[in-house]
């Protein structure tokens, strides 16, 4: 981390937020509430634990301006994730980014498009017809192929793949060794083997689509597979061919979005999570860690269980599975009971 002396008041002023307490209070890092020390500022992002507030040492906590007042130092703020957040740019070094300029052991086709401000890193490869807008950064062993195109500002991380014709918007984070564009995972049946289908489509991500390491995010069939803006998705992801995704969802590491499917913006689905190929996924939809989807989601629907249904009915269900074994047991007793019964009548 860099240095950072600041006074509660300063933090605060920065922050958009007001102190209540000492204002002249040093605060030099920054620490989660069981394990800030002296000079530490931490935060309560969920008032249920405000209880432990007593216990932490740190020297001021970032709180919702709702909170109720406690006997130590407060920085009250509109949003204390985005507070959070912001503390933690200010602490956080530079990123360890190519400089701009084109390396020397980089391969860039002569046809290709570069923008003014770009960073081409040592074994990247982009090919002919590419295009690299303004200001973006190809990290060592990136690959952008013939005819794909890489938004202003967009950072592909070191063994990205961009493979030809796919579009990729502005201000993107593609994660380490994650392949956009791959041949999709289609095969017909014919002659005793299965033989691969062609997908000769393309991939077309969205601005300030964030995507992890090693996800995978396939080419359409025909036409394109899509990411809508402000999409984020996490390591070790699946996206089929022809998935079209709305803007500002979540995708949790390890969830797999069947083909064909279309997902609502601003839907979230857990890790693990996943749909199956050829439904509808609808807007604010949130599927729980572990779930999976066999039909359509209606919108702001929240759903759990395999195959998933509405999250309430699954708890009970879950409860209920719970208690199967005292279940069984009485069962046994009472058809023990009513033999003795019957036989008492014989």
């Known amino acids: 981390m860099i240095d950072f002396n600041l006074t509660a008041s300063e933090l605060a002023q920065r922050l958009g937020g007001e102190v209540v307490g000492d204002g002249d209070a040093v605060i030099t890092g920054i620490a989660p509430l069981s394990s800030a020390c002296a000079g530490d500022v931490t935060f309560l992002a969920d008032a249920r634990l405000a209880d432990r507030l007593s216990d932490t040492q740190a020297c001021a906590v970032i709180v919702a301006r709702e909170h109720p007042q406690a006997e130590m130092t407060l920085i009250c703020v509109d949003n204390v994730m985005a507070a959070v957040s912001e503390v933690m740019t200010m602490l956080a070094p530079p990123e360890d980014l190519q400089p701009v300029g084109v390396h020397p052991k980089a391969d860039v086709a002569r046809d290709a498009e570069i923008g003014e401000g770009v960073a081409v890193g040592p074994g990247v490869v982009v090919?002919?017809?590419?295009?690299?807008?303004?200001?973006?950064?190809?990290?060592?062993?990136?690959?952008?192929?013939?005819?794909?195109?890489?938004?202003?500002?967009?950072?592909?991380?070191?063994?990205?793949?961009?493979?030809?014709?796919?579009?990729?918007?502005?201000?993107?984070?593609?994660?380490?060794?994650?392949?956009?564009?791959?041949?999709?995972?289609?095969?017909?049946?014919?002659?005793?083997?299965?033989?691969?289908?062609?997908?000769?489509?393309?991939?077309?991500?969205?601005?300030?689509?964030?995507?992890?390491?090693?996800?995978?995010?396939?080419?359409?069939?025909?036409?394109?597979?899509?990411?809508?803006?402000?999409?984020?998705?996490?390591?070790?992801?699946?996206?089929?061919?022809?998935v079209q995704i709305g803007r500002g969802?979540?995708?949790?590491?390890?969830?797999?979005?069947?083909?064909?499917?279309?997902?609502?913006?601003?839907?979230?689905?857990?890790?693990?999570?996943?749909?199956?190929?050829?439904?509808?996924?609808?807007?604010?939809?949130?599927?729980?860690?572990?779930?999976?989807?066999?039909?359509?989601?209606?919108?702001?629907?929240?759903?759990?269980?395999?195959?998933?249904?509405?999250?309430?009915?699954?708890?009970?269900?879950?409860?209920?599975?719970?208690?199967?074994?005292?279940?069984?047991?009485?069962?046994q007793e009472l058809e023990k009971r009513l033999s003795a019964l019957e036989s008492a009548n014989d």
Not at 293 to 309: E, L, N, R
């Open 127 to 242: 090919g002919s017809g590419a295009k690299i807008a303004d200001g973006a950064v190809l990290c060592a062993n990136v690959t952008v192929g013939a005819g794909a195109a890489i938004g202003e500002k967009t950072i592909l991380y070191p063994g990205t793949v961009i493979v030809s014709g796919c579009r990729i918007g502005c201000n993107c984070r593609i994660g380490p060794c994650t392949v956009i564009g791959s041949v999709g995972f289609g095969y017909y049946f014919a002659e005793g083997r299965h033989n691969q289908i062609p997908h000769i489509g393309t991939v077309e991500i969205g601005d300030e689509v964030d995507i992890g390491a090693c996800s995978c995010v396939d080419r359409g069939k025909f036409g394109a597979t899509r990411i809508g803006d402000g999409t984020k998705i996490d390591n070790l992801v699946q996206v089929a061919h022809n």
């Open 249 to 331: 969802c979540i995708l949790a590491g390890q969830a797999g979005i069947g083909g064909s499917t279309v997902v609502g913006d601003y839907t979230a689905f857990g890790g693990r999570a996943g749909a199956l190929d050829n439904t509808t996924v609808g807007t604010g939809v949130k599927v729980a860690t572990g779930s999976i989807t066999f039909k359509d989601v209606p919108d702001g629907t929240k759903v759990a269980g395999y195959p998933a249904i509405q999250a309430t009915k699954q708890l009970r269900v879950w409860k209920i599975t719970s208690e199967l074994p005292e279940l069984r047991k009485k069962v």
